[in-house]
């Protein structure tokens, strides 16, 4: 995810922080701070009720990350790679470089996530209650039955949130598992759970508009009143769910229309590439401005080890051009995703959803066979439609 800045490895796999996770993780620690814990604990003062909102807040995001590492080992026990896990503005995300291979897997790789929250939350609560019944003889369990009721809370709520039937939600996940497993036909399970997405995304805007405009809608007997706050939270969710869901639509009408075509039919073998230890300075003047390129493989031997586009050098200051070599900013091929000449196009548009990048490198075996362009792509399902050429059914 553009944005985002590495800060760990586990299992193998790279956690990420996107910079909109500061903007929520002071807002948490804000809602703590000034509302839950003051209300539940007035004798605590200001310096107690701070730390115990961060450290809280540092917890949940730590549970959110449990909730996306469970999806990512699952996925992996079913030959799933995953990339990284970001942590964002509205939680976290696992980043596949694949979709899954079968309504099983994808079960199983959505259910892990909302179970580990419920174990969690369960965890949360039965620490509570444990400390509740230990306070006469233990006062400073207080801070902690506080803490564990939180977490236990919010982990049930991100888990009910997360089965909402609607992708890309866990539940929408299932869903579409569901539908797969039961029709056989991946493409319709997938716009079935995509429209599901787009139903809860207006139904999110509704109850966004009603906290923000004040219509105080009534839902199970429930008065909803005005909240700015929260309609602005709601609208939030709402944007992102549609966008989600639209893109995954897009996706798979994209998919249907490239049918049984193979990378290989698309790709360009007219390949210019760098060598290891090469300057950043010549590869501009040599490459990128002449041929105008906006991505170039980097060579060592017969060996493609990364590959270097425009947004890495851009990273260079125009002063150490000279000095600095393109190894030091390119991104390594371990960490690209990459097709073969004969993997279906479908595989191909599922590792350009992994990627920011215009092109994914085409690999025979350990060697450069060339690259595919998405633009390529693009222009391909284009020239479809123009001829009014169907997609699989």
């Not at 942590?87 to 790789?109: D, Q, Y």
Request: without cysteine.
């Amino acid at each position: 995810m553009p944005g985002s800045i590495r800060v760990a490895r586990l299992f193998g796999i790279d956690i990420r922080i996107h910079v909109s996770w500061i903007l929520i993780f002071f807002l948490v620690v804000f809602s703590l701070s000034e509302s839950v814990y003051p209300d539940q604990f007035p004798q605590w003062s200001r310096e107690k009720v701070l730390i115990v909102s961060a450290v809280t807040a540092v917890l949940f995001f730590a549970s959110v990350l449990a909730h996306e590492l469970a999806h990512s080992l699952v996925a992996r026990r079913f030959r799933m790679s995953v990339s990284s896990i970001t942590l964002f503005l509205l939680g976290g995300v696992a980043n596949l470089t694949r979709e899954p291979p079968s309504a099983k897997a994808e079960f199983f790789m959505a259910a892990a996530g909302p179970l580990t929250s419920l174990v969690i939350g369960g965890v949360g609560f039965a620490i509570a209650i444990a400390a509740g019944a230990s306070l006469a003889t233990a006062p400073w369990l207080e801070v902690i039955g506080g803490v564990a009721g939180y977490l236990g809370l919010i982990n049930i709520a991100v888990a009910l949130f997360n089965m909402i039937p609607g992708f890309p939600l866990d539940g929408g996940r299932v869903l579409r598992s569901a539908i797969w497993g039961i029709s056989g036909e991946r493409l319709r399970a997938t716009r079935i759970a995509a429209r599901g997405g787009q139903i809860v995304a207006g139904i999110f805007l509704l109850l966004a508009a009603n906290f923000l405009f004040g219509w105080n809608f009534e839902v199970f007997g429930i008065r909803l009143e005005s909240n700015q706050f929260q309609g602005f939270w709601y609208g939030l969710i709402a944007y992102f769910l549609f966008n989600a869901a639209t893109s995954t639509l897009q996706q798979e009408r994209l998919s249907s229309m490239v049918g049984t075509v193979r990378v290989g039919q698309l790709m360009t073998t007219d390949v210019r590439t760098a060598p290891a230890g090469s300057t950043v300075g010549s590869l501009i003047r040599d490459l990128v401005l002449p041929l105008n390129l906006r991505a170039i493989p980097v060579v060592s031997g017969d060996r493609v080890i990364g590959l270097v586009t425009i947004g890495d050098l851009r990273k260079v200051e125009q002063e150490r051009w000279a000095v600095t070599p393109v190894d030091e900013v390119m991104t390594r091929i371990e960490d690209l995703p990459t097709v073969s000449p004969d993997d279906p196009l479908t595989t191909a548009l599922e590792r350009f959803g992994a990627t920011d990048l215009p092109l994914v490198p085409v690999m025979k075996g350990r060697s450069l066979a060339g690259l595919l362009f998405k633009e390529s792509v693009i222009g391909y399902v284009r020239m479809r439609e123009m001829l009014g050429l169907e997609g699989r059914r």
